[in-house]
């Protein structure tokens, strides 16, 4: 009896151990792993534009390079799941991925293949989600958790965190119009009088009958140029008209000096110099002296 109780007591011993090592040598596996959230708003809005959300996985032991599958744990409180749009993403567009509920309030989205990255030491794997929130939503909460998992779908690391969910804030009211003041009060306009008016009659004058004759009336009223008689521009027409006959008449005399004299020079050009100084013999014959 004895024997029994000291192997049993063995076997546990042993057990114990076992179970102390495996602790030992999976703390420091979980704690060479990291995720971190970046990309979350303050707060989401509600009809507003979809946010994008990052998840990063990052080791730091010594430990060779690995594939990584995401899955994206979504809770809401205040809103149902219907009205939550989540995408994920990657550089060539929407990543496949698969779907399930948990309850009305949990939801689950899991990627159908391995992340396109590897991570290794010193080195990240992201994911990214687009995350959208529509209806009529008061006011809700949402926990976000993204978990990274190995090949044999082991959990590596996680990261939680929550955001407040409203809906779009109304425009502010249009402030009241301003009273009118007693200034701009348009006064009351007096009803017209239904008592008749009386006009009064003014008297028309008559016309008087001119006794100057009509000529004279007509006379009166033109011009000093445009009445009869001799008057300054007669006299200057006739004074200009005067010059213009004696400057013509002296230009007329001075042409006819002037040609006499050159018909001269041209002739006397034309002789010989021996022909300039020889006098011109007379045709007529010598007269005698008178005694």
Sequence with gaps: MMTVWRYALRVGVVLACLSGVQAALAAPAH????????????EFTAGGRAETVSAVVSRSDNGGCQKVRWSMLVQVRGLGLDQVRIDRVEETGSFPVQVSTEGGATARLTDRQLDPGTL???RTVTAQ???AFVGDVGEGR???AAE?????NRLLARQTATRSVV???????????PEPTAESTPEPTPEPSLEPTVEAEIP??????STEPAVAEAGANRPVAQSGGFGMVHAAFLLGGLLLFLGVSLLLRLRHLIRPAAATDAAAEELSPHERWERPVSARRWRPARR
Aim: hydrophobic share 40%.
């Design 31 to 42: 704690a060479a792993f990291s995720t971190e959230l970046s990309g979350l708003p303050a």
């Design 120 to 122: 290794c030491r010193d």
């Design 129 to 131: 989600y687009r995350v």
């Design 142 to 144: 949402v926990t976000l």
């Design 148 to 152: 990274a998992y190995d090949v044999n």
């Design 167 to 177: 809906g779009e804030r109304a425009a502010p009211p249009a402030p009241p119009a």
């Design 204 to 209: 028309v004058e008559e016309p008087v009958e």
